[in-house]
């Protein structure tokens, strides 16, 4: 059971939340829970080509006028510029002489010269020690980013267990699930996976489950965690110091149908 200690300002609402954890530590927040009213969720991506721009666009338009030959169909694109960015990487429905039609509308305006930057979000590369593949998050210009929560999401042929990775054979090397902190250079690795019963020694919660689409495996594995109620506490992220969250990949997972992992938090006003 958790204990909450609020301290209420009777003209301006709460000023303090204090918790008790199960193990008897009290929790004391960085800020207000304003800070809440703007979180995010999001996937992690590598990104696979060069940037370009696009001319004005405002919000709700889904349809972009992009000068480059180098997006096709079913693409991911980060659309981004030095004040606001997209909240999520957005598929490219289909492309046209100088246009590209996306899956879904705008949330913001950006003026001409914004980046759209080509990326990938499939996890199920062919990786090495040698030749590491490494996917990111980041928070957007000039913010901070608490992130609590990654999501996992796997489909294989196999059918998965705990001494597996997914439903394919356990990895020779740890996939690195860490922090990079841009002030001192230095990497804190949070989770090391290999096998589904690490996900679990991890504290991920694991599902395991028949694959909703036919054509990417029969199975699925499914894990999420929760940083902030599993350690009282979280992944602060400072843009401005040049932090981010990074999986890093040495394994071949070219035999998964699919990879995918999010990540899910909120924004210091």
């Given at each position: ?8 300002d ?35 991506y ?108 796997m ?30 250079n ?63 990949i ?20």
């Open positions: 059971m958790t204990t909450r200690i609020s301290i209420i009777e003209n301006n609402g709460l000023l303090l939340a204090l918790e008790e954890t199960e193990r008897g530590s009290v929790v004391v927040p960085v800020h207000t829970t304003h800070v809440h009213e703007r979180d995010f969720i999001t996937h992690l590598n990104i696979i080509d060069s940037t370009f721009t696009t001319e004005k666009c405002i919000t709700g338009d889904y349809i972009l006028p992009v000068m480059s030959d180098i997006v096709l169909a079913g693409d991911k694109v980060r659309i981004f510029d030095n004040f606001k960015r997209e909240r999520d990487v957005i598929r490219v429905s289909s492309v046209d002489t100088g246009i590209i039609t996306l899956s879904r509308r705008l949330d913001y305006s950006f003026e001409a010269g914004a980046t759209v930057q080509k990326v990938t979000v499939d996890m199920n590369v062919n990786a090495s020690m040698e030749s590491p593949v490494s996917f990111i998050y980041t928070p957007r210009v000039g913010k901070i980013h608490h992130v609590e929560t990654i999501n996992i999401y489909s294989h042929t196999d059918q998965p267990y705990d001494n597996l990775f997914g439903g394919i054979a356990a990895l020779t090397n740890d996939i690195q699930i860490r922090k990079y902190s841009g002030t001192s230095t990497f804190d690795t949070v989770h090391a996976i290999r096998q589904n019963r690490r996900l679990w020694q991890n504290g991920f919660s694991v599902t395991y489950g028949e694959s909703a689409h036919p054509t990417q495996g029969t199975w699925s594995t499914r894990a999420v965690i929760h940083w902030l109620s599993l350690y009282s506490a979280m992944k602060r992220l400072v843009h401005d110091d040049g932090d981010y969250i990074q999986v890093l040495t394994n071949d997972l070219s035999s998964l149908a699919s990879f995918e992992m999010t990540v899910g938090g909120h924004e210091e006003l």
